[in-house]
Nanobody, 124 residues
Framework: QVQLVESGGGYVQAGGSLRLSCVAS????????MGWFRQVPGKAREFVVA????????YYADFVKGRFTGSRDNAKNMVLLQMNSLKPEDTAVYYC?????????????????WGQGTQVTVSS
C-alpha cells in the first residue's frame, strides 16, 4: 500500500497562493488516479480535485474551479495542488489520496491511502 506525505500548508492572507505537495512512497503510485480532499474540524471531508494516472485529465469541485490546479509529476512520485485566490473558507486540513473507485467520483469512500494532511489557514 502506498504511503502519502503532504507538505506545503501554511498561513496566508485572503487572495494569496499556496502550493501543496504530496510524495508517494512507491512507484505503484503511477498506476493510480490521485486526488485531494479537505476537512474542516467538525465537518465531513470534501472532495477538491482528481488527477488521472497520466496527469492528462482532471476534474474539480465546483467551489475551486478556476482557482485551484491539480497536477502530478510521476518521475518524482509527486502530486501537487496549486491554490490561488484563496478565501477564508478554504481554511482546512488538505489530504492527498489515492483513487480506488471509478473516475468521476467525488465520494470519500472511493478514495484511500490517506496521508496525515497539511493545514492551510487563510486569514481575512
Amino acid at each position: 500500500q502506498v504511503q502519502l506525505v503532504e507538505s506545503g500548508g501554511g498561513y496566508v492572507q485572503a487572495g494569496g497562493s499556496l502550493r501543496l505537495s504530496c510524495v508517494a512512497s512507491n512507484r505503484g503510485f503511477i498506476n493510480f488516479h490521485m486526488g485531494w480532499f479537505r476537512q474542516v474540524p467538525g465537518k465531513a471531508r470534501e472532495f477538491v480535485v482528481a488527477i488521472s494516472a497520466s496527469g492528462s485529465r482532471t476534474y474539480y469541485a465546483d467551489f475551486v474551479k478556476g482557482r485551484f490546479t491539480g497536477s502530478r509529476d510521476n518521475a518524482k512520485n509527486m502530486v501537487l495542488l496549486q491554490m490561488n485566490s484563496l478565501k477564508p473558507e478554504d481554511t482546512a486540513v488538505y489530504y492527498c489520496v489515492q483513487m480506488k473507485g471509478p473516475w468521476g467520483s467525488q465520494r470519500e469512500a472511493d478514495f484511500g491511502s490517506w496521508g496525515q494532511g497539511t493545514q492551510v489557514t487563510v486569514s481575512s
